[in-house]
């Protein structure tokens, strides 16, 4: 268990990290004195976003005791400092590596290994390096998704500004891929006030930012069911706080796969879902590909596996709980 003292205090620090970013939380009327709320605030409050019914279906395709969601974050320089704006040309090749190398490493990974995966791009990740759709897309099997327009702060956005930037980034990638993305990951894991009826008013069969669970779920608004699957995330089961090489953060990938193991093995016993979130900049590097391909490895042996894209494990949840009837 030597592992756990590194990969928590990475977890805390970049939890810590997140609380400090203004627009980490939803944004209502200021109230400086939440200890003299009243019962309706409070409520207000959490219910503006909330978890629905469990939808993990009885027995998975083929029946699979667990579904294995694989997902990449593909955001490359947006995330390196287009985001932000700030500018500086060796975070920026760093995003480069992203497009260059990594990305293509990845897939052929899961290519060899016949494993279907969901790709979410922000589209200036696309747009900067458009041969990634074709190294996508050229098995057939995976899954390209919308991650917002410059890996924008989503949660601090007014309502036009968040409609227009994800409408353009929708736009963007069918435009680049032929295909329309019908899942949507905000940008920073994180919803503004609008961002569920945006969502809703576009489309998506489903969403993957919030962490409400490890199974699948229906969102709620204000406490009404939306039709709308969330398909949990988790900072435990992504790349990017653990594999951080600066400072307290970093994790020797040997030892980050053993957690994700271990999330794997709980999952299997309870016959949900095991969902892991990776950035092909951080992931796709030489020393750390090895802790997807141990993955990989062992979920194989284990056996009784479906292994899924994000959009087909939610249409078949969607159907099995007559979402669509």
């Known amino acids: 268990m030597k592992y756990l003292p590194s990969l928590l205090t990475a977890v805390m620090l970049f939890g810590a990290c997140q609380a400090q970013d203004p627009g980490s939380t939803l944004r209502g009327a200021p109230n400086p004195e939440p200890w003299n709320w009243t019962e309706a605030q409070v409520r207000s409050a959490v219910e503006q976003v909330r978890a629905g019914r469990d939808l993990t279906p009885d027995t998975w395709p083929n029946g699979a005791r667990v579904a294995v969601l694989l997902s990449f974050d593909v955001d490359n320089e947006t995330i390196e400092g287009l985001r932000s704006g700030s500018i500086s040309v060796g975070p920026l090749s760093n995003g480069e590596y992203g497009s260059r190398v990594a990305l293509p490493r990845i897939v052929d990974l899961l290519d060899q290994e016949d494993i279907p995966a969901s790709f979410f ?34 949660s601090i956005l007014d309502a036009i500004t968040e409609r227009r930037l994800l409408s353009q980034a929708v736009d963007a990638l069918e435009q680049l891929t032929g295909v329309r993305p019908v899942g949507y990951r905000a940008p920073s894991w994180n919803f503004s006030p609008n961002t569920l009826s945006i969502i809703r008013e576009m489309g998506f069969i ?18 009404e069911p939306t039709g709308v699957v969330e398909l949990p995330v988790e900072w435990i089961l992504d790349d990017a706080p653990l594999f951080n090489p600066l400072g307290d953060r970093y994790s020797a990938p040997r030892e980050v796969m053993q957690v994700w193991i271990d999330e794997f093995d709980k999952a299997w016993e309870e016959g949900t879902m095991f969902l892991l979130t990776m950035h092909p900049h951080i992931s796709g590097h030489r020393s750390r590909i ?30 099995f709980a007559g979402m669509d009837n």
Request: glycine share 6%; aromatic share 10%.
């Open 121 to 154: 791009f922000p589209a200036w990740s696309l747009k900067l390096a458009p041969h990634q759709a074709d190294v996508v897309q050229a098995s057939g099997m995976h899954e390209i998704a919308v991650h917002g327009w410059i890996h924008e702060s989503n």
């Open 206 to 223: 489903y969403e993957s930012s919030l962490m409400a669970d490890d199974r699948p779920y229906e969102l709620l608004q204000n406490g």
């Open 290 to 319: 090895i802790a997807l391909e141990g993955l990989i490895h062992h979920i194989k042996t284990k056996g009784e596996v479906w292994f899924s894209t994000h959009a087909d494990a939610a249409l078949y949840v969607r159907e």
